[in-house]
């Protein structure tokens, strides 16, 4: 089954609008972004969402720009926009509240709150979501992991997108002291 019916099956049967629909309400949506399964971009508002080219948006994450509290208190819903910037990754169950810009090539941790303005170029994680290090010090710590931690290419590696039970098994064991590895 191609991909996008699924993608469009899975919504309909979960109770989500699809890419396509929020589209067409206007959300602001870049080249190449990447949507993983349950990412929640809200419906009701979606013309005061954009996201950046090339940006990840992990599993079950959710994009809020109304904020309902204040109803009962003040009589009216907050809105405020939300920006996402080019080549942001923003990790599983992960939530961005209203009226916050993440800026370009930003790293949100899974399940991180954020609540406030995401810098370029910062990794930031946790409830509330904070500033943990720069971009530029994540990048040379996993480059020099990965120097000296098993890696694998995804060609060769798996057989039209799966993994054969041999690479599985040889994975598990280079594994097995807990210190993580990496795949293309």
């Not at 993608?7 to 972004?33: S, Y």
């Not at 009226?99 to 170029?121: F, K, L, M, Q, Y």
């Not at 990794?123 to 904070?130: H, T, Y």
Request: hydrophobic share 40%; net charge positive; proline share 4%.
């Amino acid at each position: 089954m191609p991909v996008r019916l699924r993608r469009r099956l899975l919504d309909k049967l979960r109770g989500q609008p699809n890419r396509e629909m929020l589209v067409k309400r206007g959300l602001k949506l870049g080249k190449n972004v990447w949507l993983g399964d349950g990412v929640y971009l809200d419906p009701g508002h979606c013309w005061l969402i954009s996201i950046g080219d090339e940006t990840v948006i992990a599993k079950d994450a959710a994009i809020w720009v109304h904020d309902g509290s204040t109803r009962k208190h003040v009589g009216y819903t907050r809105l405020g926009r939300v920006a996402i910037g080019a080549r942001v990754f923003i990790g599983a169950h992960a939530v961005v509240l209203p009226g916050v810009t993440v800026g370009d090539e930003a790293v949100v941790g899974a399940g991180s709150v954020v609540c406030a303005d995401v810098p370029a170029r910062t990794v930031v994680a946790g409830n509330p979501a904070r500033s943990i290090r720069s971009l530029d010090d994540f990048a040379l710590e996993h480059s020099e992991r990965l120097s000296r931690r098993p890696h694998w290419p995804y060609d060769g590696w798996t057989l039209g997108g799966r993994i054969s039970l041999e690479h599985k098994q040889l994975q598990c064991e280079m594994l097995d002291d807990g210190e993580g590895g990496y795949v293309e």
